[in-house]
């Protein structure tokens, strides 16, 4: 699978508590898992193939594919867009459905739609970036709550060597259900960053909000703007 990278350049770093960059945008979030006796090889080309599809599209801002490497066969697309209107015109596309049904026979899908509750950038954008934390939530808390902890999770990263940014995302089909995304300039660095004190307990406090928290460690594997 062929990483591309994007012209854009990153946003500048924001608040702690990532509420400033609330609009329009809509990302769809879906999930793949590999299923068995298929090969990975097959089953990029195809995500490929869905890629190009959506560029094609009217409305795209931007799409990132990311391969788990916590769960083997594991993938996540995002794609964000300018409206829900043009989101649900181009996943209606038989060009898109084509692909979504050839990649059901290789994988399990699992759909989704969300939008964007914060952003944080600190310089590397995600064309530029190689390592990132997938962040899975359930709330059983505040929603404002766990949003400002989880800006002062990002936050505490802002001036660390390789750190590249952090994503929110709030499900539109159950509030409750967050998507984070954290990313590095490179594994290490990463890796480094979770083992950090702050990082635990800001952990610890996310999870007195939630009934369900995962974290995922992910390679980015294409990135379009």
């Given amino acids: 699978m062929t990483r591309k ?3 854009g350049r990153a946003r500048e770093p924001r608040p702690a508590g990532m509420r400033g960059d609330r609009d329009q945008q809509v990302t769809s979030v879906h ?4 299923g068995d006796g298929h090969d990975a090889a097959d089953f990029e080309a195809e995500l490929d193939r869905l890629v190009l599809s959506h560029s094609t599209r009217k409305g795209l801002r931007h799409q990132v594919v990311l391969r788990s490497l916590d769960r083997p066969g594991a ?5 964000c867009w300018q409206t829900s209107e043009q989101l649900v ?9 084509a692909r979504f049904h050839q990649l059901g026979r290789l994988a399990e899908v699992t759909p989704g739609q969300a939008v964007t509750v914060g952003l944080m ?8 970036a190689a390592h ?9 808390g505040s929603s404002a709550a766990f949003e400002m902890q989880f800006g002062e999770l990002v936050g505490t990263f ?13 499900s539109t089909l159950d509030p409750r259900v967050y998507h984070g995304l954290i990313w590095w300039s490179s594994a ?9 004190d702050h990082f635990l307990r800001c952990r610890r406090r996310l999870q007195r909000l939630t009934s369900q928290l995962t974290f995922e460690g992910a390679q980015f594997v294409r990135e379009d703007a």
């Fill in 188 to 196: 290490q660095s990463c890796e480094d960053a979770v083992q950090g």
């Fill in 89 to 97: 015109d181009a996943i209606h596309a038989d060009a898109v459905c």
């Fill in 31 to 34: 999930e793949f898992v590999l």
């Fill in 121 to 128: 950038a600190a310089g590397l954008a995600l064309a530029e």
């Fill in 158 to 170: 802002l001036h660390d060597p390789g750190f590249g940014g952090g994503l929110l995302l709030r």
């Fill in 75 to 79: 993938y996540l697309l995002l794609g």
């Fill in 5 to 7: 990278t994007a012209s």
């Fill in 132 to 140: 990132a934390l997938l962040i899975g939530a359930v709330l059983a």
